[in-house]
Nanobody
């Protein structure tokens, strides 16, 4: 069974930065696309960023474009989400998700397996 484990969340002031990490229990990240999604209290889970297997294609939600950067290190079986210029509205539980294909996607339903999430809280 594939497991994805997120880490790096925490409490930060507005304008600060965090780097989230998504690590796989097997050589899974290196074989498919990975996405990051976020879910705020009382809201649906929504797309934040995605990266193809090669890292050559990335997608971002308009709300994070220019502030977040997704990257991957297939040799370390890890994907990162660098979050800069954080805003209180970025507060959410952040999940990484994996696809069994190399193509990145913005659609939640395209992802085959999910991590448990890491909490990001941005204070004003």
């Amino acid at each position: 069974q594939v497991q994805l484990v997120e880490s790096g969340g925490g409490l930060v002031q507005a304008g600060g930065s965090l780097r989230l990490t998504c690590a796989a229990s097997r050589r899974t990240i290196s074989s498919g696309a990975i996405g990051w999604f976020c879910q705020a209290p009382g809201k649906e889970r929504e797309f934040a960023a995605a990266i193809s297997w090669s890292g050559g294609t990335t997608y971002y939600a308009d709300s994070v474009k220019g502030r977040f950067t997704i990257s991957r290190d297939n040799g370390k079986n890890t994907v990162y989400l660098q979050m800069d210029s954080l805003k209180p509205e970025d507060t959410a539980l952040y999940f990484c998700a994996g696809r069994r294909t190399v193509l990145a996607s913005t659609a939640l339903d395209d992802y085959d397996y999910w991590g448990q999430g890491t909490q990001v809280t941005v204070s004003p």
